[in-house]
């Protein structure tokens, strides 16, 4: 069995390839990150948290916004991801 975390899709216009995630899937990407940067701050490089930053939350979003269906679902997961990591509620919950 072959597991597959989204189908990478690329943007004809842009020439951008996105990982499609469910709105579900973005939020605990972006809460376990943050929870994860939180729980071993000492751990992680700056380098490592700025791409966190970067990566799962910046460009993902302007990723959805360019490329991705469900947007305003999308987006509104990976900023309640980044509030409950903030506020490390760490139940599994999602919406």
Do not use: C
């Not at 990150?33 to 799962?56: A, Q, V």
């Not at 469900?70 to 903030?86: E, M, Q, R, V, Y």
């Amino acid at each position: 069995m072959i597991q597959m975390y989204g189908v990478p899709r690329e943007s004809k216009f842009f020439g951008i390839r996105s990982n499609v995630y469910s709105a579900e899937r973005s939020y605990f990407i972006v809460r376990n990150h943050i929870l994860l940067w939180k729980d071993y701050t000492h751990h992680l490089s700056f380098g490592f948290r700025l791409n966190i930053l970067k990566h799962y939350i910046f460009v993902r979003i302007i990723k959805i916004i360019i490329m991705e269906d469900n947007k305003i679902k999308k987006i509104a997961s990976i900023l309640k991801g980044l509030f409950d990591g903030i506020t490390n509620d760490r139940s599994k919950k999602y919406i």
